[in-house]
């Protein structure tokens, strides 16, 4: 239970009412919270229409004492804090920065300029999320919705290797299984709902359908599905291969091919096992041809509250999501090449900058090594192993809860954030307007020697 | 076994408490076992095991889940430090581990 909840702190006179805030837990970027907020505790005590994870987001992010900045695990002040980070950039040969769903929009152009001016790379959450989902957009294209769309239209919905009641609680609710819907007036009632998945987990009770497939099997099934939308024949041991039997899938094609309005939600089990971005580009083709009969669309279900934002913001300025290059002085894109996990494990980045997300934590071991060998800059809400590791360590405000910004839906629609309360932290964009300053005053003045 | 990490909702509530703290730690060092492996490795609830893969090894307390809500032959455990231990770096040029799909040996580990 959440600490807020379970000790219950005196009620002070000084409370705040924050109508229509944003939760920025995770992707779903829920608007419609009302939060209760204790001005004299700094804290948030109540918080209306959020789910058990927003709950847990709003009731623990209070304020932290921590120092501002340490360097080499000693307090310093915020100005030694950015000349510092800003040396151990501008002195590197190959800096990265990581990171960044956990942030606004605003907070984000910033780092991408920071990487740009030191011909540096760039890569965000994406690239260990739907950055295969992201790929196969590129190469299969995407039909798409907003979940508002979703809402009031869908009577067909698949979740393929997701668990939404236990990362996404409110995707059921507020946008695509419970809601009633202007076309879809009896909420779940007018819906059919499938889930497909290796395992039963919390999710399973709410489909009307449960498809177990065999681990590693997805693109396999995926294919199979795509044959028998068009009419081909499949192998006959599709059940061996797959755990799925014939007769469920001819359903299921039958179900997809009548529906009024069809949508393929994708989890990370497409992306993070065998097959990825060929399991996240089966399901955009598997909805692509699914239009020749019915309206069908898919949508990756995201992880991080804008993480969306980041891969919009990472487009706009550099032309490409993930994974982005300057060494060349203009913007190279090669997922593998590029991509954090690879560029730490290849050994070949000497300096990171880490903002709003935990590598050392979620890496792979031999990437996580390396992480420990070179100069580390973090911004983080809290302690985390990254943090632990870093050189120069910037403790920051909550995104949403202490600043306001703009971040991404992970449909694509932005929305704006009402902070709760002030922090004496300063904001991811502070910080990082901070050490791009810096960085481009110190470049300006090396231009200036190389040019005298 | 296949050693499947993924999120849960304990995991996701004790993050926002902190990483570093003993809920974080306890929720992503638990593995949920079919139970009929675990009576196969003679495994009890609360059990220490040790995963090892190719890349890393550690050291986790197992849980049993009944067979028709995990297959035999699978592990999940809520992904974190204790998962990653085992994840290999080759990401076959997408920029993703395989992260959900891992090849484990598990062991008891005597007390």
């Not at chain 1, 020749?292 to 804008?306: L, Q, S």
């Not at chain 1, 050392?360 to 390396?370: C, D, R, T």
């Not at chain 2, 492996?37 to 889940?65: A, E, H, P, Y």
Request: overall charge neutral; some cysteine.
């Amino acid at each position: 239970m959440p600490e807020a909840a379970k000790s219950k702190p005196k009620e002070s006179k000084n409370i705040r009412i924050v109508k229509d805030a944003t939760c920025t837990f995770c992707g779903c970027v829920c608007d419609d919270m009302e939060l209760t907020v204790d001005l004299d505790a700094h804290r948030i005590t109540k918080a209306k229409k959020a789910c058990v994870l927003g709950r847990a987001w709003f009731y623990e992010h209070t304020l932290e004492d921590r120092p501002v900045v340490l360097i080499d695990g000693k307090e310093a002040t915020l100005d030694e804090g950015l000349d510092e980070a800003a040396r151990i950039l501008v002195d590197a040969k190959f800096p990265i920065t990581y990171g960044l769903s956990d942030c606004p929009c605003e907070a984000q152009r910033v780092a991408v300029d920071i990487m740009d001016t030191i011909n540096g790379n760039i890569d965000t959450t994406t690239s260990v999320c739907h950055g295969p989902s992201g790929m196969a957009f590129q190469g299969v294209g995407e039909s798409t919705a907003t979940l508002g769309e979703i809402k009031n239209r869908a009577d067909l919905v698949i979740y393929w290797g997701g668990n939404p009641a236990e990362s996404h609680p409110r995707h059921f609710t507020r946008y695509a299984v419970t809601p009633k819907g202007m076309f879809i007036p009896n909420g779940k009632k007018d819906r059919t709902v499938v889930l497909v998945d290796v395992r039963k987990t919390p999710s399973t009770p709410v489909a009307d359908i449960f498809i177990q497939v065999k681990p590693g099997k997805d693109f396999e099934l995926l294919w199979a599905l795509r044959a028998l939308v068009k009419g081909k024949k499949i192998s006959e041991d599709i059940e061996e291969q797959t755990g799925v039997s014939r007769e469920v899938l001819d359903d299921l094609v039958e179900r997809m091919k009548n529906c009024q309005f069809g949508v393929l939600f994708m989890g990370m089990g497409l992306t993070m096992t065998r097959g990825r971005h060929f399991n996240s580009g089966a399901i955009y083709s598997l909805a692509s041809d699914l239009n020749e009969f019915t309206h069908f669309v898919a949508k990756p279900v995201r992880g991080h509250g804008n993480v969306t934002g980041a891969d919009n913001v990472v487009s706009w300025q550099t032309g490409y999501p993930f994974g982005v290059n300057f060494n060349r002085g203009y913007p190279r894109f090669n997922p593998g090449e590029f991509t954090t996990s690879d560029v730490l494990a290849r050994g070949e980045a000497d300096a990171a900058m880490i903002v709003a997300s935990d590598p050392a934590s979620n890496f792979s071991k031999k990437a996580i090594e390396h992480l420990e060998k070179i100069p580390v800059i973090s911004m983080d809400v809290k302690e985390t192993h990254t943090t632990r590791l870093s050189r120069v360590r910037f403790a920051v405000a909550t995104y949403g809860i202490n600043t306001g910004g703009t971040v991404y839906r992970m449909d694509d629609v932005p929305i704006s954030l009402r902070p709760a309360f002030d922090s004496p932290f300063p904001t991811d964009q502070e910080v990082l307007e901070g050490i791009c300053q810096r960085v481009k005053k110190m470049l300006s003045g090396s231009k200036a020697r190389v040019a005298a | 076994m296949i050693l499947v990490p993924g999120r849960s909702q304990k995991q996701g509530t004790s993050l926002n408490k902190g990483k570093l703290k003993d809920e974080y730690l306890e929720v992503t060092t638990t593995a949920e076992l079919n139970e009929q492996d675990m009576r196969r490795l003679k495994l009890s609830n609360g059990d220490k095991i040790r995963l090892k893969s190719d890349i890393g090894q550690t050291v986790v307390t197992c849980i049993s889940k009944k067979e028709e809500d995990l297959p035999s032959g699978m592990i999940f455990i809520p992904y974190g430090p204790s998962s990653s231990q085992l994840m290999g770096s080759d990401t076959a040029a997408s920029g993703m581990p395989m992260s959900k799909h891992m090849q484990v040996e598990v062991t008891k580990v005597k007390s």
